[in-house]
């Protein structure tokens, strides 16, 4: 069974430029979910689609970063204008549904460094 | 505010002995905890889970230890091999998505 898979795996910009990342969950997960790692802490949650929806995206930071699951199944996470603070792992996840009891797979990340 | 802390963000052992790694949460909403083990450069991987109607779970080397009374859990690794080097995370959830703790590095020494 193919894993996550997500692209860039890294990626370099300019502070105040813009920068896309794709995740495709595994075949048949529901739920879909975006976390922010910074380095020395643990990954915090951005957004989590269930299906196309968005079930939370309290800890998205909206005046920059957008993200979205048009079809139900692969998802696009969008920073415009980065931050040197953006600069982290991006990691894509996905679950077979969103109750307790569900394991949450992640892929192998997109590394940002903002300069 | 951190829900789940991981007090210790280093430890080391030798090879053969057993690693405990401890996991404190504050949210008694929880249900469901989860350690990820992370090597550099690759994103956490999946290792052991535990309900909360349960006390411990068992996989192999891997045990996980719940204590609901204590708010707190526990990974214990045995016998540790130098495979086991790796950030260890305790997640939990109470439905929705995980809230991860800060991580503890192992390093399992031959």
């Known amino acids: 069974e193919a894993g996550v898979a997500q692209s860039p795996r890294y990626k370099i910009i300019e502070k105040r430029q813009s920068v896309a990342f794709w995740c495709n969950p595994i075949?048949?997960?529901?739920?879909l979910y975006w976390y922010q790692q910074i380095l020395g802490q643990g990954p915090k949650l951005l957004i989590q689609?269930?299906?196309?929806?968005?079930?939370?995206d309290s800890q998205l930071p909206k005046d920059r970063f957008s993200a979205e699951r048009l079809k139900g199944v692969d998802s696009t996470l969008k920073i415009q204008p980065a931050k040197l603070e953006d600069s982290a792992v991006y990691l894509c996840a996905s679950s077979l549904a969103s109750r307790s009891g569900n394991t949450i797979y992640f892929g192998e990340g997109s590394w940002l460094t903002v300069v | 505010d951190q829900q789940v802390k991981q007090n210790s963000p280093s430890l080391s052992v030798q090879e053969g002995r057993i690693s405990i790694l401890n996991c404190d949460y504050t949210n008694s909403m929880f249900d469901y905890f989860l350690w990820y083990k992370k090597y550099p450069a690759e994103g956490p991987t999946f290792l052991i889970s535990i309900s909360s109607i349960k006390d411990k779970n068992e996989d192999g080397r891997f045990t996980v230890f719940l204590n609901k009374s204590a708010k707190h859990l526990s990974l214990h690794i045995v016998p540790s091999q130098p495979g086991d080097s790796a950030v260890y995370f305790c997640?939990?959830?109470?439905?929705?998505?995980?809230?991860f703790g800060k991580g503890t590095s192992l390093l399992v020494t031959p």
């Open positions: 689609f269930q299906n196309n929806g968005v079930v939370d």
């Open positions: 075949s048949g997960h529901a739920t």
């Open positions: 997640a939990a959830t109470s439905g929705y998505a995980l809230n």
